[in-house]
């Protein structure tokens, strides 16, 4: 099933103007909180918004204050550093992040980086903790060691532009599959999973869809979670970008905001410029009650 935007009042056209966002996605609990944190975020946070649209995305997932949503590959916070304000003092975060054995996989990773992400579990939720103090409490685990006491806590997990390297080292440890196996874990019953992934087309050849350079297939996706058990819900267009035509030799990472390939290019630079962050799908998935 297709969710298409549907028209908000005049008040929430308004804000959406004055913060870039694309006006068209129907209200929600929690709209007007949401609009807040967005509207108190950082110029190069909000520079992202015509791209990411944080406020359609949450909303279309059904995110909303009070409840306990766990975030994978938080990384450096952007959309953490919304959610946890947006989840206020009853609401809780949880990060989730790779099984420390996958990160020398990638090959580029320095042994000091490695050794940090050994105590990313602890690190992480004191800093997460500082970026909105009084708001959401914050915890962490990685996949493969979720604590048994989080198993059915979660009322929504979130996978934006995540799952390509778990797909990516699948066949190396089987990450992909614990990854979803977690998430089939921590949620509640009826705790949506929601998706957001740099998206191949289905012509692409499954070689170049492999997670290497950051693209996923629509129909892949939706196999891999209904065969953890999830059930598809629907999708939306709101992160969808036509411009972004990769060939089977691009990668995701040329495009804004890494800009690799581009560094001492300006025109090249310029041109990914124009065609924006990438073309994203975006799924909904419910754990059956």
């Known amino acids: 099933m ?3 935007q549907s028209p908000v009042g005049l008040s929430a056209v308004l804000l959406s103007l004055s913060l870039g966002l694309a006006p068209g996605v129907a209200t929600f609990a929690g709209e007007a909180k949401l609009a807040g ?3 108190s975020q950082p110029d190069d946070v909000k520079a992202r918004y015509r791209y990411r649209h944080p406020a359609e995305t949450l909303g279309f997932f059904g995110i909303e ?18 959610i946890i304000p947006y989840l206020g003092a009853k609401g809780e975060l949880i990060g989730a992040n790779y099984a420390h054995d996958m990160w020398p996989l990638f090959g580029f990773f320095g042994e000091d980086f490695i050794a940090q992400m050994g105590t990313w579990v602890e690190d992480w939720p004191k800093e997460a903790s500082t970026w909105a103090p009084g708001a959401a409490t914050v915890s962490a685990f990685e996949f493969g060691e979720m604590p048994e006491d989080m198993a059915g806590t979660a009322d929504a997990m979130l996978f934006i532009r ?3 390297n778990l797909r990516r080292f699948e066949s190396e440890g089987g990450y992909l599959g614990t990854a979803l196996a977690d998430a089939l874990a921590v949620l509640r019953p009826g705790g949506i999973v929601g998706v957001v992934q740099h998206e191949a087309r289905p012509e692409m050849s499954d070689e170049f869809a492999s997670g290497a350079n950051g693209y996923l297939k629509k129909a892949f996706v939706i196999e891999a979670f209904e065969q953890a058990g999830f059930e598809f819900v629907a999708e939306s267009d709101i992160n969808q970008n036509p411009k972004d035509q990769p060939s089977e030799t691009d990668i995701v990472w040329r495009l804004p905001p890494s800009l690799n390939g581009a560094e001492e290019n300006p025109e090249k630079q310029k041109a990914m410029e124009k065609i924006g962050e990438s073309n994203r799908m975006t799924l909904k998935f419910r754990k059956p009650e």
């Open 2 to 4: 297709k969710v298409f």
């Open 37 to 39: 944190v967005l509207a």
């Open 65 to 82: 204050p009070g409840m306990t949503v766990v975030e994978v590959l938080p990384g450096g916070g952007w959309y953490s550093q919304i």
């Open 162 to 164: 995540a799952l390509h």
